[in-house]
Structure formats: structure tokens, C-alpha cells
């Protein structure tokens, strides 16, 4: 089974790229959206996400990899909320702005740029290889 690939938002003030690389790991839960829901319910052990940086960052910032597959958000009162753990792989070299996601016609058709609000999105493999270029850095195995 390939591998499926993901970018994951956060909020720097709140969880940061630096906290995930510190900490090891997280448990990444709180998303309260039943499209960005549906994207944890696919994320499987062993896939890779993308972790950008939203309010005025607005950048990809490194690589994680998906540890446990999504669960019962422990946050949550109802247990259709999700949560999946990860784990840091490797910064990017150079992170991959907004604004360079957007110029990259390629890149043109993402929900990172056509839903911007939405805190989980699937990535083909072309895109993330892309995003990964853009950042100067090397896919993961």
C-alpha cells in the first residue's frame, strides 16, 4: 500500500514546528472541521505530513511522519473528533511560503490555497514533491 502524504496547520503562538522537534512527538488533536475530520480518518501510520505555519508565517516549515492512525480526540466530548499522533522527520532546508505555493502553477488546485481555513488536506505525491523542492529538502523514506 503507498504511502499517502498530508499538510497538517497549526498556529506558531500556539503549537509551533520547533515545539513538535522538541517534544519528539504530539498527539495532534482539536480539529473541530468535519472535512479536515476526514482527512485524520485517512492519515495511517507511516504517512507523511507536511507542517506549515498559519497566521503571519503562512510557510511550510518541515516534515513529520503519522505514528498512530487517528483515534477518539481525548479532547473532545464527542468521540467522532480525531486526533493522530506525530513525529518530526526533518525541518526544510528553506521554508516554502504561501506566497511560493501560490506562484507555482502546479500547486494552482491545492485546498491549501483554495480552502484556505481548512487545518488538514490530503497531498498528492507530485504536490509534496513539489512543496519539497521548493524547500530545498530531500523526500523522506
Do not use: C
Amino acid at each position: 500500500m503507498a504511502r499517502a502524504t498530508w499538510l497538517v496547520k497549526t498556529e506558531p503562538s500556539t503549537y509551533a514546528w520547533t515545539d513538535l522537534v522538541r517534544e519528539g512527538g504530539t498527539r495532534w488533536d482539536g480539529v473541530r472541521n468535519a472535512l479536515a475530520r476526514n482527512h485524520l480518518a485517512a492519515m495511517r501510520k507511516g504517512d507523511h505530513a507536511l507542517v506549515y505555519h498559519s497566521g503571519d508565517e503562512r510557510a511550510v516549515m518541515g516534515i513529520a511522519r503519522v505514528t498512530r492512525s487517528a483515534y477518539p480526540d481525548p479532547t473532545a466530548d464527542d468521540p467522532r473528533w480525531l486526533a493522530v499522533d506525530l513525529e518530526p522527520l526533518r525541518p526544510l532546508a528553506k521554508p516554502v511560503s504561501l506566497a511560493t505555493v501560490k506562484a507555482d502553477a502546479r500547486l494552482a488546485n491545492l485546498a491549501l490555497v483554495r480552502q484556505s481555513r481548512l487545518s488538514v488536506m490530503p497531498l498528492d505525491a507530485d504536490a509534496f514533491a513539489r512543496i519539497l523542492a521548493h524547500g530545498a529538502t530531500r523526500a523522506p523514506r
